[in-house]
């Protein structure tokens, strides 16, 4: 059974950073893109940060500049680094992964979500 498994939310102060990691484990064949998406209180989830198995991302225009995504293929791992924090970013945090398990079709999976609060 494929997992996705978050880390690195928390509370920071506006202008901080913070590290969010997304392991991916199970019978794991392949994975596409993976992603960040968040949700903050009374508004709908939106994508963050993108980035395909080749390496191109995408990046929510707010976060530009600010947030950068990576992944660790041979990890099946993803990570965001989020700098200059605002407290417009506070919110749950999801990891996407577009995958493919052995023996099924490609499927998206979702963490459990972390939140990241920004406030003095």
């Known amino acids: 059974q494929v997992q996705l498994v978050e880390s690195g939310g928390g509370l920071v102060q506006p202008g901080g950073s913070l590290r969010l990691s997304c392991a991916a484990s199970g019978s794991i064949l392949s994975i596409n893109a993976m992603g960040w998406y968040r949700q903050a209180p009374g508004k709908q989830r939106e994508l963050v940060a993108i980035i395909a198995s080749g390496g191109t991302t995408n990046y929510l225009d707010p976060v530009k500049g600010r947030f950068t995504i990576s992944r660790d293929n041979a990890k099946n791992t993803a990570y965001l680094q989020m700098n200059s924090l605002k407290p417009e970013d506070t919110a749950v945090y999801y990891c996407?992964?577009?995958?493919?398990?052995?023996?099924?079709?490609?499927?998206?999976?979702w963490g459990q979500g972390t939140q990241v609060t920004v406030s003095s």
């Open positions: 996407n992964a577009n995958l493919r398990e052995a023996g099924k079709l490609s499927h998206d999976y």
